[in-house]
Protein backbone atom coordinates (compact mmCIF):
# COMPACT_ATOMS: atom_id res chain seq x y z
CA UNK A 1 0.00 0.00 0.00
CA UNK A 2 3.08 2.43 0.83
CA UNK A 3 4.28 1.29 -2.61
CA UNK A 4 0.86 3.02 -4.29
CA UNK A 5 0.82 5.88 -2.19
CA UNK A 6 4.48 6.60 -3.15
CA UNK A 7 4.12 5.76 -6.83
CA UNK A 8 0.81 8.00 -6.87
CA UNK A 9 2.08 11.00 -5.76
CA UNK A 10 5.34 10.67 -7.00
CA UNK A 11 3.39 10.45 -10.68
CA UNK A 12 1.25 13.72 -9.49
CA UNK A 13 4.87 15.77 -8.91
CA UNK A 14 5.64 14.60 -12.02
CA UNK A 15 2.59 15.31 -14.38
CA UNK A 16 2.59 18.90 -12.48
CA UNK A 17 6.08 18.98 -13.44
CA UNK A 18 5.12 18.64 -17.29
CA UNK A 19 2.50 20.19 -17.34
CA UNK A 20 4.25 23.75 -16.02
CA UNK A 21 6.93 23.20 -18.24
CA UNK A 22 4.30 22.89 -21.08
CA UNK A 23 2.36 25.85 -20.33
CA UNK A 24 5.71 27.61 -19.73
CA UNK A 25 6.37 27.76 -23.55
CA UNK A 26 3.12 27.46 -24.42
CA UNK A 27 3.33 23.67 -25.72
CA UNK A 28 -0.54 22.51 -26.51
CA UNK A 29 -1.63 19.84 -23.90
CA UNK A 30 -3.97 18.62 -26.44
CA UNK A 31 -2.28 15.29 -28.12
CA UNK A 32 -0.30 15.04 -25.59
CA UNK A 33 -2.00 13.69 -23.02
CA UNK A 34 -0.72 10.01 -23.20
CA UNK A 35 2.55 10.92 -23.28
CA UNK A 36 2.36 12.75 -20.70
CA UNK A 37 0.99 10.98 -18.38
CA UNK A 38 2.97 7.49 -19.38
CA UNK A 39 6.17 9.81 -18.64
CA UNK A 40 5.20 11.04 -15.50
CA UNK A 41 4.42 7.17 -14.47
CA UNK A 42 7.61 5.65 -15.73
CA UNK A 43 9.32 8.39 -14.11
CA UNK A 44 7.44 7.62 -10.77
CA UNK A 45 8.93 3.84 -10.98
CA UNK A 46 12.40 5.36 -11.36
CA UNK A 47 11.97 7.66 -8.41
CA UNK A 48 10.72 4.43 -6.26
CA UNK A 49 13.80 2.45 -7.46
CA UNK A 50 16.03 5.28 -6.44
CA UNK A 51 14.59 6.47 -3.36
CA UNK A 52 13.50 2.81 -1.97
CA UNK A 53 15.74 0.08 -3.89
CA UNK A 54 18.82 1.49 -4.52
CA UNK A 55 18.74 4.10 -1.48
CA UNK A 56 20.54 6.86 -4.02
CA UNK A 57 18.02 9.61 -2.74
CA UNK A 58 21.23 12.52 -2.72
CA UNK A 59 21.67 11.40 -6.34
CA UNK A 60 18.42 10.80 -7.31
CA UNK A 61 18.23 14.35 -9.15
CA UNK A 62 21.57 13.64 -11.18
CA UNK A 63 20.38 10.46 -12.57
CA UNK A 64 16.75 11.73 -13.38
CA UNK A 65 17.61 15.11 -14.78
CA UNK A 66 19.18 13.61 -18.28
CA UNK A 67 16.49 11.34 -18.52
CA UNK A 68 13.83 13.81 -18.38
CA UNK A 69 15.84 15.70 -20.70
CA UNK A 70 15.93 12.33 -23.59
CA UNK A 71 12.15 11.78 -22.97
CA UNK A 72 10.97 15.32 -24.01
CA UNK A 73 13.54 15.11 -26.73
CA UNK A 74 12.66 11.55 -28.02
CA UNK A 75 8.88 11.36 -26.70
CA UNK A 76 7.89 14.99 -27.21
CA UNK A 77 9.73 15.29 -30.77
CA UNK A 78 11.96 18.54 -29.40
CA UNK A 79 15.66 19.41 -30.46
CA UNK A 80 17.75 18.04 -27.75
CA UNK A 81 19.09 21.95 -26.97
CA UNK A 82 15.38 23.08 -26.73
CA UNK A 83 14.21 19.56 -24.46
CA UNK A 84 17.73 20.58 -22.01
CA UNK A 85 16.37 24.23 -22.21
CA UNK A 86 12.39 23.36 -21.51
CA UNK A 87 13.80 20.66 -18.75
CA UNK A 88 15.81 23.14 -16.95
CA UNK A 89 13.30 25.92 -16.47
CA UNK A 90 10.39 22.83 -15.65
CA UNK A 91 12.39 21.66 -13.41
CA UNK A 92 13.76 25.17 -11.10
CA UNK A 93 10.26 26.25 -11.65
CA UNK A 94 9.12 23.31 -9.37
CA UNK A 95 11.77 23.47 -6.84
CA UNK A 96 11.38 27.43 -6.21
CA UNK A 97 7.94 26.59 -5.48
CA UNK A 98 9.11 23.42 -3.35
CA UNK A 99 12.08 25.57 -1.98
CA UNK A 100 9.18 28.40 -0.91
CA UNK A 101 7.16 25.78 0.79
CA UNK A 102 10.40 24.96 2.42
CA UNK A 103 11.31 28.16 3.67
CA UNK A 104 7.89 28.97 4.97
CA UNK A 105 7.77 25.77 7.34
CA UNK A 106 10.76 26.09 8.71
CA UNK A 107 9.77 29.73 9.22
CA UNK A 108 6.95 28.36 11.33
CA UNK A 109 9.41 26.64 13.35
CA UNK A 110 10.05 23.28 11.59
CA UNK A 111 13.42 21.85 11.59
CA UNK A 112 14.19 19.92 7.74
CA UNK A 113 14.45 16.75 9.90
CA UNK A 114 10.63 17.09 10.29
CA UNK A 115 10.09 18.13 7.12
CA UNK A 116 11.17 15.17 4.94
CA UNK A 117 9.03 12.96 8.16
CA UNK A 118 5.34 12.16 7.21
CA UNK A 119 2.88 13.85 7.58
CA UNK A 120 4.83 17.33 6.82
CA UNK A 121 6.43 15.82 3.60
CA UNK A 122 3.00 15.13 2.50
CA UNK A 123 1.99 18.64 3.52
CA UNK A 124 4.65 19.56 1.46
CA UNK A 125 4.66 17.45 -1.77
CA UNK A 126 1.15 17.99 -1.67
CA UNK A 127 1.19 21.69 -1.55
CA UNK A 128 4.16 21.72 -4.37
CA UNK A 129 1.94 20.20 -6.52
CA UNK A 130 -1.38 21.99 -5.95
CA UNK A 131 0.62 25.09 -6.55
CA UNK A 132 2.23 24.03 -9.35
CA UNK A 133 -0.98 22.98 -11.02
CA UNK A 134 -2.67 26.25 -10.65
CA UNK A 135 0.52 28.12 -11.85
CA UNK A 136 0.55 26.04 -15.10
CA UNK A 137 -3.09 26.12 -15.88
CA UNK A 138 -2.79 30.09 -15.00
CA UNK A 139 -0.22 30.19 -17.56
CA UNK A 140 -1.79 27.91 -20.08
CA UNK A 141 -5.21 30.05 -20.08
CA UNK A 142 -3.75 33.57 -20.03
CA UNK A 143 -1.10 32.24 -23.05
CA UNK A 144 1.67 33.67 -20.95
CA UNK A 145 4.52 31.28 -21.63
CA UNK A 146 6.85 31.40 -24.17
CA UNK A 147 6.90 30.51 -27.99
CA UNK A 148 10.63 30.62 -29.09
CA UNK A 149 10.73 26.61 -28.86
CA UNK A 150 10.11 25.05 -32.48
CA UNK A 151 7.51 22.27 -32.10
CA UNK A 152 9.87 19.95 -33.99
CA UNK A 153 12.62 18.33 -33.88
CA UNK A 154 14.66 18.82 -36.96
CA UNK A 155 16.04 22.86 -36.38
CA UNK A 156 19.34 24.16 -36.92
CA UNK A 157 20.47 25.42 -33.55
CA UNK A 158 23.32 28.55 -33.75
CA UNK A 159 25.61 28.65 -30.36
CA UNK A 160 25.57 32.01 -30.11
CA UNK A 161 24.33 35.35 -28.79
CA UNK A 162 21.35 34.28 -26.26
CA UNK A 163 21.40 30.79 -27.39
CA UNK A 164 24.99 30.99 -25.81
CA UNK A 165 23.68 32.21 -22.64
CA UNK A 166 20.84 30.10 -22.75
CA UNK A 167 23.19 26.78 -23.00
CA UNK A 168 24.95 28.25 -19.66
CA UNK A 169 22.47 28.69 -18.07
CA UNK A 170 21.02 25.36 -19.03
CA UNK A 171 24.42 24.48 -17.27
CA UNK A 172 23.95 25.85 -14.42
CA UNK A 173 20.13 25.20 -13.84
CA UNK A 174 21.56 21.81 -14.18
CA UNK A 175 23.95 22.11 -11.52
CA UNK A 176 21.75 23.95 -8.99
CA UNK A 177 19.28 21.46 -9.34
CA UNK A 178 21.69 18.26 -9.11
CA UNK A 179 22.99 19.53 -5.70
CA UNK A 180 19.14 20.22 -4.48
CA UNK A 181 18.86 17.77 -2.01
CA UNK A 182 22.03 19.30 -0.56
CA UNK A 183 20.48 22.94 -1.14
CA UNK A 184 17.33 21.79 0.31
CA UNK A 185 18.75 21.45 4.01
CA UNK A 186 19.69 25.16 4.11
CA UNK A 187 16.32 26.93 2.88
CA UNK A 188 17.65 30.35 2.77
CA UNK A 189 20.50 29.54 0.74
CA UNK A 190 18.54 27.55 -1.46
CA UNK A 191 15.93 29.98 -1.99
CA UNK A 192 18.02 32.73 -2.82
CA UNK A 193 19.90 30.53 -5.43
CA UNK A 194 16.66 29.07 -6.60
CA UNK A 195 15.16 33.01 -7.09
CA UNK A 196 18.76 34.17 -8.82
CA UNK A 197 18.71 31.12 -11.18
CA UNK A 198 14.95 31.61 -12.10
CA UNK A 199 15.27 34.58 -12.95
CA UNK A 200 18.00 34.66 -14.36
CA UNK A 201 16.37 31.92 -16.86
CA UNK A 202 13.16 34.16 -17.56
CA UNK A 203 15.40 36.92 -18.21
CA UNK A 204 16.92 35.44 -21.22
CA UNK A 205 14.01 33.27 -22.47
CA UNK A 206 12.05 37.07 -22.63
CA UNK A 207 14.94 38.16 -24.95
CA UNK A 208 15.17 35.38 -26.87
CA UNK A 209 11.30 35.61 -27.55
CA UNK A 210 12.03 39.03 -28.98
CA UNK A 211 15.14 38.09 -30.89
CA UNK A 212 16.02 35.98 -34.14
CA UNK A 213 18.60 33.61 -32.96
Wanted: charged content about 10%.
Amino acid sequence: MEVMRFLLFSSLEWLALFILTFAMFKFPYRGFWGQIILCSVLLSFLSYVLFDVLHLRPLAPIIQLPLVIICTWQVFRVHLFYAALMTTYGYNGYAFIQILFIVVMKGAGLTFQELISTPYFSILQNATIVVTLLIGWFVHKRRLGFSFIPDFELVRVKFRGINLWLLVLIILGNIQFATYSFLATKSTEAFLVSTIVLMLLLYFARKKEFSYD
